[in-house]
């Protein structure tokens, strides 16, 4: 008997019974698709954890044999580290966050596809078996010299651990601070001379000479590197000169000053 000749309540109850039958296969495709994803191809959705704290610069960390986590700092218009090194057969934990703006973070080649968002913590995880150069690009538009911002990741069998580059160095950034005659100034241990002691320094907060207090954080710092005078600290005689200096050497003598705990 044709379907058209049923009546209308059976009629109905047949073109449910398809639906029903395609939802299933529908789901039963999809899970499949995803397990597929996940143990054929490794797939996974990386963590976004917006109220993590968030790191300062890069640094690479060693929790076992060949198991390491890397932390990427984006700014404009670079990745700190640049340069990992790591041997064959090393599982990488990876974090990113931004400096500045919004950054893209994708490891070619590997299933790592990350945004570096400001003050958010972004984690992914990849594991090398063979040598290679792994290109890191960053793939959303952040200014003018976007298409120069890139770093990498060598795997190679030449090395037994970890190594990274464009890292922030203390002996660098101790240095800088010496070159801009800082240190003829404050002191690096404790004793406070023309000016208070960077050791301690950071997070303490400082009373002004107008009677206000401020928190010594990186925001103070600059400030009173560009513009001393603004802001003079009570107890000590305002003789401190601007210095020109730029983003990045502010940068490296704000961690120094915050290593100096």
Request: with cysteine; proline share 6%; glycine share 6%.
């Amino acid at each position: 008997m044709a379907s058209s000749s049923l009546p209308p309540q059976e009629r109905v109850s047949r073109i449910e019974k398809q639906a029903l039958w395609i939802a299933t296969l529908f789901t039963a495709l999809t899970i499949a698709l995803i397990a597929y994803s996940v143990f054929a191809l490794h797939a996974s959705v990386p963590t976004c954890m917006p109220n993590m704290p968030v790191f300062k610069h890069g640094s690479i960390i060693k929790h076992g044999d060949k198991n390491y986590e890397v932390d990427f700092l984006a700014r404009m218009w670079r990745f700190e580290p640049s340069k990992v090194v790591v041997p064959v057969g090393s599982t990488l934990d990876v974090a990113v966050t931004s400096k500045d703006v919004t950054h893209g973070f994708q490891i070619l080649g590997t299933d790592v596809n990350l945004m570096a968002l400001p003050f958010v913590l972004t984690t992914g995880h990849v594991h090398f078996d063979k040598p290679g150069i792994y290109h890191i690009v960053c793939h959303e538009y952040c200014g003018a010299a976007h298409q120069n911002m890139n770093a990498l990741i060598e795997v190679s069998n030449q090395v037994d651990d970890i190594s990274a580059e464009g890292l922030p160095s203390l002996d660098a950034a101790h240095a800088l601070a010496d070159a801009k005659g800082c240190l003829a100034c404050h002191s690096t241990d404790g004793t406070v001379t023309v000016g208070p002691s960077f050791k301690g320094l950071w997070g303490q907060t400082s009373q002004l000479a107008d009677g206000n207090t401020r928190m010594v954080d990186a925001s103070f710092i600059k400030s009173m590197i560009l513009h001393p005078e603004a802001t003079p600290i009570k107890g000590f005689d305002p003789v401190m000169p601007a210095q020109a200096l730029t983003d990045d050497e502010i940068d490296q003598l704000t961690t120094y000053i915050q290593e100096l705990q």
